[in-house]
T-cell receptor, first 113, second 111 residues
C-alpha cells in the first residue's frame, strides 16, 4: 500500500533556528496538508496546499511558517525562527481529488531547546 | 466554528466485552465524520468514514444528526484493538478539507 514518507523522524534544534520538515506524498494525490500535535494535546490543522498554492490555513500558521513543493515531489514545511512552543509532532497528510479521507505520514518529532 | 468532543481520555475493557467510544460534534452545516486509529508507534490510519457506512475490523459508527454524535462501536473487543482513537470532522458542504480532531480516547483491551 502506498505511503506518505516524512523525514527526518526526529529533529532537535536550537530556539531561533530555521527547520525544514519534508514529506513525500503519494504520487497521484493532489492535496497536501500539515498537522501538528503538541504532546498531550489534540492534532491541529496547520495548512492545506493544492495546485502549488495554499488553499487553507489556520491561525497557528503565521508568518513564521511556510510551505512549498519545490521539485514536484517533496512537500516541505519551513519554520523560520523556531520557538520552544513549536515543539510537537508534525504530520504530513495527502489525499486525492474527491476524497476527504487522508493518508498520514508517520510524523516528525520536533524538539526545540 | 466546528468542534469535536471525545469525553473519555481512557477506556479500559476486557477482551470480548463490547466497546463504545463516544464522539460528539458541533457543526452548523453538513459534516463528514471520520474515525482515525493510531496503534503504538504507528501513523494515524483512517478507520471509518460515515459516508461509506462500512465495518472495518468489526467496528461500526453511525452518524446521528439529531444527537450530533458519531460513536464508534464494536461488539467484542480484541487485545489488538488497543490504540488511540480519534474522531474527526470536515466541512463537506463548504469544500473545506481541513480536519478538526477530537482529543482522542485511548482504548485498552485487557486479556
Amino acid at each position: 500500500e502506498p505511503e506518505v514518507t516524512q523525514t527526518p523522524s526526529h529533529q532537535v534544534t536550537q530556539m531561533g533556528q530555521e527547520v525544514i520538515l519534508r514529506c513525500v506524498p503519494i504520487s497521484n494525490h493532489l492535496y497536501f496538508y500539515w498537522y501538528r500535535q503538541i504532546l498531550g494535546q489534540k492534532v491541529e490543522f496547520l495548512v492545506s496546499f493544492y495546485n502549488n498554492e495554499i488553499s487553507e490555513k489556520s491561525e497557528i500558521f503565521d508568518d513564521q511558517f511556510s510551505v512549498e513543493r519545490p521539485d514536484g515531489s517533496n512537500f516541505t514545511l519551513k519554520i523560520r525562527s523556531t520557538k520552544l512552543e513549536d515543539s510537537a509532532m508534525y504530520f504530513c497528510a495527502t489525499n486525492k481529488e474527491g476524497d476527504y479521507g487522508y493518508t498520514f505520514g508517520s510524523g516528525t518529532r520536533l524538539t526545540v531547546v | 466554528a466546528q468542534r469535536v468532543t471525545q469525553p473519555e481520555k481512557l477506556l479500559s475493557v476486557f477482551k470480548g466485552a463490547p466497546v463504545e467510544l463516544k464522539c460528539n460534534y458541533s457543526y452548523s452545516g453538513s459534516p463528514e465524520l471520520f474515525w482515525y486509529v493510531q496503534y503504538s508507534r504507528q501513523r494515524l490510519q483512517l478507520l471509518l468514514r460515515h459516508i461509506s457506512r462500512e465495518s472495518i475490523k468489526g467496528f461500526t459508527a453511525d452518524l446521528n444528526k439529531g444527537e450530533t454524535s458519531f460513536h464508534l462501536k464494536k461488539p467484542f473487543a480484541q487485545e489488538e484493538d488497543s490504540a488511540m482513537y480519534y474522531c474527526a470532522l470536515s466541512g463537506m458542504d463548504t469544500g473545506r478539507r481541513a480536519l478538526t480532531f477530537g482529543s482522542g480516547t485511548r482504548l485498552q483491551v485487557q486479556p
